[in-house]
């Protein structure tokens, strides 16, 4: 059931390679979150305690619910953001480049787990997702895809920590939850600011700062 | 008390007090006296009077005490001297900036405090971010298109940045795996005390993810620009917060892996990186020197050299290592005074264009005298310190038969003191028409703090009391083992 999952997850990012809406893009987000929620619960059916479950429920909250109401109110309202997301690369190339890296991602995994003790599925879905949210930074103009981008990676290092069974104290997941919460806020004031002080919403107008 | 009260809740209340009202004065006054106090208990378990508390989520070990010394002491000198800077900046309707400016150094202090003494890398990892997300704002403190871009660029690039780290974090774990203490894989002396147990693949690919990730951050080419943007667009207390003291916070963790990496057969490869990143960050620093035209960027490339300097130093191990540590500490002390007449400059001068500033030793006499000797022990001017560990750096070098290295280095420090010195002597000499403009410049706290700062320098550089000796001592043995 959680390699199922898994690939589903996989078949988001997929969907990140062909779509070019800024709204796809976030809803991608959203279920990527739900996702997340759903493997994490999963297993925890057996050893039923409330304790348990306030993580998963938080990641949902703040995922699937907060982080992406406030992109959609603040930033994308108020900036009347164009609906696509405008790349200097061409969209079938991109999804080219996304399904190579995940077929190398998951041989290279299938080869580490014959050494290491890893799941090689799991693993690789993870690294597939932090890869191509660093391409959506990287081959993305605007910066509000940036932040979808960052996020998105954020998403597969918390697979990656799931994947990997790392015993992360509760509450650091919990800090470290806010942290990117807070980032993203942050992040969130300083789009408004620059597409007002700047007229632009993408990178293209930060070119104040060079030698 | 248990110290670890006063240490990091103590800025973590007054930061959080400081939401309440919006009397600049009061929080001032209230912020000398948290930083002051900070200073005091870090000194006492510094210099070994208190001893520290026992607790698995903390570690008061010989680094951590080293590096806390290093942030307490920037921070007590900016906090006193940031008032004059803020309250009169050179760009005014920032109201909004002033009022929230004590709040988030605090915040600061705590989140860095915290990243410092934790002995789990997870917690390392979220005081890391959390001082990224309480600088950011600072950054911004000027309201302008130059500092909005820089914030950006910091907190974007920086929050990515850790991201990689937290990869290699997770990747530490996994190298733990089928080892009996898997699951507290992420305590620092866990992992230090188990090293020889570790998958050494997942070691290797945690030590790269992490040295990328928080290099970021540490201010080492090639990702240094997110550094020295918000560098060179802050408030001089903020540049000398970052440059000082939030470098050496991120290569703390990098220090903390070498430690772990000792223990196997992977330092060497992990040295090798150091060193490649050191040399890389000189040769970047060597470009920008000759093409800057802004002098706060001009210093911001020289925190570059310096990290590069401390990382090369690390990487060769020995005499080299000590030689980094000291310059470390020297480097932060050199920094804040740099910055504070950079700020001078800056408020007078009203901009921060080289080839705007003329005849600076004329018009601000303490300032230009204060930069000039700032200034040349940036370069490695005897007696400053800098000149001593960056001639242990060169010992360590030939004591390793490095000499090819030892050479290419040398080369670098020698442009590189060229290009910064045609940028400083323009500032300092150069006469326009508009000399006849006259400033009125009286002698500040800001002079006098620089003066203490770079006598500190030179007396360091001549004589290491006992505890710093013994401090810097034990500090080595935790990465050279056997001796």
């Not at chain 2, 103590?10 to 106090?37: D, E, H, Q």
Request: charged share 10%.
């Amino acid at each position: 059931m959680e390699n199922v999952l898994n690939i589903l997850f996989c078949l988001t990012l997929l969907y990140l390679g062909t779509t070019t809406r800024i709204m796809a893009y976030l809803n991608v987000f959203v279920t990527q979150g739900i996702l997340l929620f759903v493997i994490l619960i999963l297993p925890l059916f057996n050893k039923f305690s409330a304790y348990t479950f306030i993580l998963p429920v938080m990641i949902l909250a703040v995922k699937a619910v907060l982080i992406p109401i406030f992109i959609k109110r603040k930033i994308m309202l108020e900036l009347e953001v164009r609906k696509s997301i405008e790349s200097d690369f061409q969209q079938f190339n991109f999804l080219l480049l996304c399904v190579f890296t995940m077929i190398t991602v998951f041989v290279s995994a299938n080869m580490l787990a014959k050494y290491t003790l890893i799941d090689s599925i799991p693993f690789a879905a993870a690294f597939s997702t932090i890869i191509i949210g660093l391409y959506i930074i990287i081959f993305r103009k605007k910066l509000i895809v940036h932040v979808i981008g960052f996020l998105v990676m954020e998403n597969g290092i918390f697979l990656l920590g799931v994947s990997i069974a790392s015993e992360m104290p509760f509450l650091i997941e919990l800090i470290s939850l806010l942290d990117i919460f807070v980032a993203v806020f942050l992040m969130g004031i300083a789009i408004n600011k620059i597409s007002s002080t700047f007229a632009v919403d993408d990178i293209t107008g930060l070119d104040e700062l060079k030698d | 008390m248990n110290i670890l009260y006063l240490l990091s809740g103590l800025p973590l209340a007054s930061g959080a007090l400081f939401f309440t009202f919006n009397n600049l004065k009061v929080k001032y006054r209230l912020s000398i006296f948290t930083a002051g106090t900070h200073l005091i208990i870090t000194y006492l378990l510094f210099a070994g009077f208190i001893a520290p508390p026992q607790n698995a989520w903390f570690n008061f070990d010989s680094l951590t005490k080293l590096f806390l010394m290093i942030l307490s002491n920037v921070f007590f000198w900016v906090t006193a001297n940031s008032y004059k800077y803020i309250k009169h900046s050179p760009i005014e309707k920032i109201e909004k900036s002033r009022q929230i400016f004590y709040n988030m150094t605090n915040l600061y202090l705590f989140a860095n405090t915290l990243a410092l003494i934790s002995n789990h890398l997870g917690l390392y990892w979220v005081a890391l971010e959390s001082t990224t997300l309480c600088v950011a704002p600072l950054i911004y403190f000027y309201r302008d298109k130059e500092s909005l871009e820089a914030m950006w660029k910091y907190l974007f690039l920086v929050s990515v940045g850790l991201a990689f780290a937290f990869i290699g974090i997770l990747f530490l774990t996994l190298s733990a795996h089928g080892t009996e203490f898997m699951d507290n894989a992420l305590y620092i002396t866990v992992l230090v005390s188990g090293a020889s147990k570790l998958n050494l693949i997942w070691l290797k690919a945690g030590f790269i993810f992490i040295f990328v990730g928080l290099s970021a951050k540490i201010g080492i080419a090639p990702i240094h620009p997110g550094e020295v943007d918000a560098v060179s667009n802050s408030p001089s207390p903020v540049a000398a917060l970052i440059s000082a003291s939030l470098g050496g916070t991120a290569l703390m963790g990098v220090l903390r892996i070498l430690q772990i990496l000792s223990w196997t057969s992977l330092l060497q490869f992990a040295q090798i990186l150091l060193i490649i990143g050191g040399t890389v960050s000189l040769a970047v620093a060597l470009i920008f020197m000759f093409r800057v035209t802004n002098y706060k960027r001009m210093i911001a490339y020289s925190s570059v050299e310096h990290m590069g300097i401390v990382l090369i130093g690390f990487g060769i191990g020995g005499i080299a290592l000590t030689g980094a540590l000291l310059h470390l500490i020297f480097n932060s002390l050199n920094k804040t005074a740099f910055f504070f007449m950079a700020g001078n400059i800056h408020r007078n001068y009203k901009s921060r264009e080289i080839g705007r500033i003329y005849s600076l030793l004329n018009n601000l006499r303490w300032t230009g005298i204060l930069f000039l000797i700032s200034f040349l022990a940036v370069i490695a001017m005897p007696p400053f310190g800098l000149f001593f560990s960056e001639l242990m750096l060169l010992q360590g070098l030939i004591a390793n038969n490095q000499f090819v290295l030892m050479t290419f280095i040398i080369i670098l420090l020698l442009f590189i003191f060229i290009g910064m010195s045609r940028n400083v002597f323009r500032m300092l000499y150069r006469t326009t028409d508009k000399s006849t403009r006259t400033f009125n410049e009286h002698f500040e706290f800001s002079h006098l703090s620089a003066i203490v700062l770079l006598c500190i320098l030179a007396g360091l550089g001549i004589f290491i009391p006992e505890p710093l000796a013994k401090i810097i001592s034990d500090v080595t043995r935790l990465f050279v083992h056997g001796i």
